[in-house]
Nanobody, 117 residues
């Protein structure tokens, strides 16, 4: 029903920046809360940031506050994650997710972010 495709991952040096994008199709993007998750090797998937449907409220995990910014453009059916001051601990596969109601139900395939020291 809902398809999500992440892009923008890659290899950067510590202190660098990346901008991830999540393109949505097959649903009503503007009605869904959205979120970015990440999963590093040997660790569980964790919520990085989330944003409400109209972008009126944003949440950030403590480990990215002050460094990452989540945003969305409902006219383009796209969500973004601007990542600054990256460190090696940010290395993970980053996933886009959509929450039509109470749970994040739809997931993208992920994009790899690797930060070298």
């Amino acid at each position: 029903q809902v398809q999500l495709v992440e892009s923008g991952g890659g290899l950067v040096q510590a202190g660098g920046s990346l901008r991830l994008s999540c393109a949505a199709s097959g649903g009503t993007f503007s009605s869904y809360a959205m979120g970015w998750f990440r999963q590093a090797p040997g660790k569980e998937r964790e919520l990085v940031a989330s944003i409400t449907a109209s972008a009126g409220s944003r949440y950030y995990a403590n480990f990215v506050k002050g460094r990452f910014t989540i945003s969305r453009d409902n006219t383009k059916n796209t969500m973004y994650l601007q990542m600054n001051s990256l460190n090696p601990e940010d290395t993970a596969v980053y996933y886009c997710a959509a929450r039509p109601g109470r749970h994040f139900e739809y997931w993208g395939q992920g994009t790899q972010v690797t930060v070298s020291s």
